[in-house]
């Protein structure tokens, strides 16, 4: 096999031995077309929108325990997302994210990793937290974690982990385990955009805390854009 791409090339005079007097060789080549991005080339994108039913009503917890900026907080709400189900051509996520806890807030709300990705959970706040999951993709509970102090959990199985923590039950957050990183955070405006995608048929999910899962087939063309709208219900 050829050790360079010149290797593939055609035996050619040297550009020395074309040069013209009084015609630089900028010139001579000036008109060779510039080459595409492979991407671009051979991969599509996936791009929509989301429309929420009208959330309930936001809703406020008390602390239970000393700690943080206030003595009532607004219950964290999280954003929808969209993702690629099962398994897709080039590979899984990053396999490790990061949930920091700082002024009772998760940040970011919500992560994406793949099976088997671990998730660390800084405590930026001068105060403990315990944060846990009850949910059945990946049941844990950290405990007290002390200001300064940070873990990390794995996550074997595909699927939605939505995550609390016991002092502070206002915050919420959620761990996406996907087998690809074909996914997006759908903005404020109900737009998403998913870039990179390889051609196929896929299922396209959605997912918020407070509405009920979709999910719509796509198709996914060589440097085309696919175009979703979706209604998720309360």
Do not use: K
Not at 41 to 48: A, E, F, K, L, P
Not at 147 to 171: K, L
Not at 188 to 197: A, C, H, L
Request: with cysteine.
């Amino acid at each position: 096999m050829p050790s360079s791409p010149e290797a593939y090339l055609p035996d050619m005079p040297h550009p020395r031995d074309l040069a013209v007097p009084g015609i630089t060789l900028a010139l001579l080549f000036f008109a060779a077309p510039a080459a595409q991005p492979l991407a671009a080339q051979s991969t599509g994108v996936i791009q929509g929108r989301v429309e929420l039913e009208a959330p309930p009503p936001p809703r406020r917890s008390a602390n239970r325990y000393p700690g943080g900026q206030a003595d009532t907080h607004e219950i964290q709400r999280l954003p929808a997302v969209a993702y690629l189900v099962g398994s897709v051509p080039g590979g899984g996520g990053e396999p490790t994210a990061q949930m920091t806890q700082h002024d009772t807030t998760f940040i970011p709300s919500v992560v994406f990793v793949p099976p088997g990705g671990s998730v660390s959970f800084p405590n930026d706040d001068s105060f403990q937290h315990n944060v846990y999951s009850y949910s059945s993709a990946r049941t844990f509970d950290l405990g007290r974690q002390n200001p300064g102090s940070s873990a990390a959990i794995e996550f074997p199985e595909i699927g939605i982990v939505e995550v609390f923590c016991e002092v502070h039950d206002f915050m919420r957050g959620a761990i996406i385990v996907t087998e690809n990183p074909y996914s997006a955070l759908v903005g404020s405006d109900g737009s998403f955009r998913i870039t990179g995608v390889p051609p196929g048929e896929y299922t396209l999910a959605f997912w918020q805390a407070e509405h009920e899962a979709a999910a719509q087939a796509v198709t996914v063309t060589a440097g085309g854009t696919a175009t979703v709208q979706v209604q998720m219900q309360r």
